[in-house]
């Protein structure tokens, strides 16, 4: 299925209240020492470099320095940033409830939260915002739009759109209100018996979410439940446990942190008693799950509670503190690393050694340690975590990651849903011939060129050729190379149709139902859906991967 963009995983943090650091009193004079002579190199170039130095912006580029040092989770946050980090870890804020993108060069509603003023107000995926109160945002930044969006709770906002299909321009007056982003990107039944949870963030209330979704999926049948948690980049800590506690007894532990300070040493265990113990689960699971999302999804394998299907995880086993600093700034540092109950830690990178270009080196495969679920099946630390079943992801075919990393899958959805009436069913929908070659014809247009590595080295070699007052005959062959090989890349979008069309027949029902259509779209194509469902079709298979007495074959 293809996922929506995503904040990177270094973004998300997993958030533990902590008290004050120790510091050892060995230490204390080299760190005294260390920044004496900080502020003394700091002061010098300020009174003495040739030119006007801006004193803010040069100490914000020596934080990063050394903190680039360490690794990509601590994080310096200004003042300035501390409403946007709030916002990513609380889900809160005050507005419009609509996400916007740049794209094309205009700014567009990239995603509506339901039940908040601008879908209330029938705002659509899509739609160019062209004026906010009266003032053009042509050329200006997403962030600089965002702001003027954002207001307090009540006050009103005038926003122009620009729709596809629409020949006059959407005026709409929107009334701000508080914000609570949902934690569940969608949640329902995917057949008669098998539920689904498509869990995109680990803000506040996320484990009440999923109880509350799982009670009502009961209500219509659910006898099977999938956990979505690809591409989740984690987030707070005790909603991992939470709900982990919502399928094993309460009083188990679900995750341990380990750091180089006392303080740091916890263990967290289910507090509430569950909401299923039997309820067969299937979590899904993607090279773009890590953090929060690893503790779930490792918990519930360490438990033999739920069969994982999908793509060997991230790889983060580490724990990050916010500590306030003067005059309203943070640091977000890592302090620790976490332990799920079999004993193992995941985190696949260490930051402490690096290798001549700065680049943490993964763990090596002979020194990583085997460990044993509750059951008794082996897994492995210092890597991610090896899914159950493992499937092939389709989202790595290279000109599909171009096409989808472009935003043209995005632009031509927007421009098909504006002539296009929603179908009934989206998931009996599906691009015919016609439609197929006029998105390729589209592509063609804007200047879509899937680049390869042997684009770029003909580009190197007829550039050599030229320059070395190459024979004609070589030129002439490094131009038919180029001819052959666009011919070629003409030949993928034959070769590759399905896989292409049933993206984009995702993020088109994404336009015309939010999550919910592009799961329901998703259900003929989607592999590890596919291969969930057909797992709790064979209950015995099921069962013995559980046990570790047999193993499903992963497609």
């Not at 290279?398 to 098909?416: K, V």
Request: proline share 4%; glycine share 8%.
């Amino acid at each position: 299925m293809l996922k929506k963009f995503k904040l990177p995983v270094g973004a998300a943090a997993l958030l533990i209240l902590v008290s004050g650091f120790l510091i050892p009193a060995d230490r204390y004079f080299e760190i005294a020492r260390s920044l004496d002579i900080f502020s003394t190199l700091f002061k010098e170039v300020n009174a003495n470099y040739v030119d006007e130095v801006d004193p803010y912006r040069l100490a914000e580029k020596g934080i990063g320095a050394m903190l680039e040092s360490l690794d990509p989770y601590t994080t310096f946050i200004p003042e300035e940033s501390a409403e946007a980090f709030s916002i990513q870890t609380t889900g809160q804020y005050a507005g419009i409830g609509a996400l916007v993108v740049n794209l094309d060069k205009k700014v567009l509603i990239s995603q509506p939260y339901i039940d908040f003023p601008a879908h209330r107000a029938g705002v659509r995926v899509g739609d160019e915002i062209v004026a906010v109160d009266g003032k053009s945002v042509e050329n200006l930044p997403v962030s600089a739009v965002t702001t003027m969006l954002k207001g307090a709770p009540k006050t009103q906002v005038e926003v122009v759109f620009n729709r596809p299909g629409e020949k006059k321009e959407i005026k709409l007056l929107l009334t701000r209100e508080r914000i609570k982003v949902t934690n569940i990107a969608w949640y329902g039944m995917v057949d008669e018996q098998t539920g689904y949870i498509g869990l995109a963030e680990f803000t506040t209330g996320a484990g009440r979410e999923i109880q509350e979704a799982i009670r009502q999926m009961k209500k219509s049948g659910m006898k099977n439940l999938i956990l979505d948690l690809r591409d989740n980049p984690g987030g707070l800590l005790h909603e991992a446990v939470n709900i982990v506690g919502l399928f094993i007894p309460k009083g188990s532990e679900v995750v341990k942190t380990k750091g180089r300070l006392e303080d740091f040493n916890k263990t967290y265990k289910t507090l509430s008693q569950p909401e299923d113990l039997e309820l067969p689960v299937a979590v899904l699971v993607s090279n773009g799950s890590a953090s929060a999302s690893e503790i779930v999804a490792g918990a519930l394998q360490d438990y033999d509670r739920a069969v994982l299907v999908g793509q060997k995880t991230f790889g983060k086993g580490l724990v990050q503190t916010t500590r306030s600093l003067s005059y309203n700034a943070q640091l977000k540092v890592t302090t620790a690393r976490y332990y799920i109950p079999s004993g193992r830690c995941i985190q696949a990178l260490n930051y402490a050694s690096k290798n001549e270009q700065g680049e943490a080196q993964r763990n090596a495969d002979s020194l990583k340690q085997a460990f044993k679920t509750a059951g008794g099946r082996i897994v492995y630390d210092g890597g991610g975590l090896d899914p159950d079943v493992t499937t092939e992801t389709i989202a790595a075919m290279p000109i599909l990651a171009q096409l989808a990393g472009s935003g043209l899958m995005f632009l031509y959805a927007r421009e098909f849903c504006g002539v296009h009436p929603a179908p009934a069913d989206v998931r009996k929908f599906s691009l015919n011939d016609a439609q197929y070659s006029d998105f390729t014809a589209w592509l063609k247009k804007r200047g879509f060129t899937y680049q390869t590595e042997l684009d770029v080295r003909l580009k190197e070699l007829e550039a050599l050729a030229v320059a070395q007052e190459s024979s004609g005959d070589l030129l002439a062959s490094v131009v038919q190379l180029k001819n052959n090989l666009q011919t070629a890349r003409e030949e993928l979008f034959i070769k590759h149709r399905k896989t292409i069309s049933e993206f984009l027949e995702e993020e088109i029902a994404f336009h015309y139902r939010l999550e919910e259509g592009r799961v329901l779209s998703s259900l003929k194509s989607d592999k590890e859906l596919l291969m969930a469902k057909k797992l709790f079709s064979d209950p015995v298979s099921f069962s013995k991967i559980l046990s570790g007495h047999g193993a499903y074959p992963g497609r």
